[in-house]
T-cell receptor, first 118, second 110 residues
Framework: GAVVSQHPSWVICKSGTSVKIECRSL??????MFWYRQFPKQSLMLMAT?????????EQGVEKDKFLINHASLTLSTLTVTSAHPEDSSFYIC??????????????FGPGTRLTVL | GQNIDQPTEMTATEGAIVQINCTYQ??????LFWYQQHAGEAPTFLSY????GLEEKGRFSSFLSRSKGYSYLLLKELQMKDSASYLC???????????FGTGTRLKVLA
């Protein structure tokens, strides 16, 4: 159980285009999903916290107008990188936390999306 | 402030035991997770400690001392497939967000 999928697994795009990444919890309902970014040989940096049916909460320094997050259902959250630039190239990972109610419930991670902006 | 620290790299031999340390500082603590991450893949859950002591799961064990702000992950009977990065992440008691360390890249040699 506790499987999280991401799509696409990798994407290459031109500078200035927008890219949408989907995160799905396959066998559980996720009231909260998290979006992380990871640069090579660095740790995961939390970008935003997404709760189903409400606006995402962004971490300091993350532009909400550039990284649009939608959490329309208990099993799906999307991250759209708008007007992507080469510096946005990174590994984007989502995680999902179950609906049991405890904030310290384990986060289960998706397989990640490798974004390369040319 | 918040800070979490772990060694950058470690090397060990197949069949051996290795201990990966993690130290942290935070104003509010609500548990510590260990994850394994192979290159280019997402982290996978290994263990969670919220109380002091040792949690054992097969070849992997994790220890926590809240008074010392210290945890370690112990890997026994190392296998080549254990070559990966090991991330410790503390849970902030105010926000319940995970704060990740930079990860320890473990190389297991034959």
């Amino acid at each position: 159980g506790a499987v999280v999928s991401q799509h696409p697994s990798w994407v290459i795009c031109k500078s200035g285009t927008s890219v949408k990444i989907e995160c799905r919890s396959l066998d559980f309902q996720a009231t909260t999903m998290f979006w992380y970014r990871q640069f090579p040989k660095q740790s995961l940096m939390l970008m935003a916290t997404s709760n189903e049916g409400s606006k995402a909460t962004y971490e300091q320094g993350v532009e909400k107008d550039k990284f649009l997050i939608n959490h329309a259902s208990l099993t799906l959250s999307t991250l759209t990188v708008t007007s992507a630039h080469p510096e946005d190239s990174s590994f984007y990972i989502c995680s999902a936390r179950g609906a049991s109610g405890s904030p310290t419930d384990t986060q289960y991670f998706g397989p990640g999306t490798r974004l390369t902006v040319l | 402030g918040q800070n979490i620290d772990q060694p950058t790299e470690m090397t060990a031999t197949e069949g051996a035991i290795v201990q990966i340390n993690c130290t942290y500082q935070t104003s509010g603590f609500n548990g510590l997770f260990w994850y394994q991450q192979h290159a280019g893949e997402a982290p996978t859950f290994l263990s969670y400690n919220v109380l002091d002591g040792l949690e054992e799961k097969g070849r992997f064990s994790s220890f926590l001392s809240r008074s010392k702000g210290y945890s370690y992950l112990l890997l026994k009977e190392l296998q080549m497939k254990d070559s990966a990065s090991y991330l410790c992440a503390m849970v902030n008691s105010g926000t319940y967000k995970y704060i990740f360390g930079t990860g320890t890249r473990l190389k297991v040699l034959a």
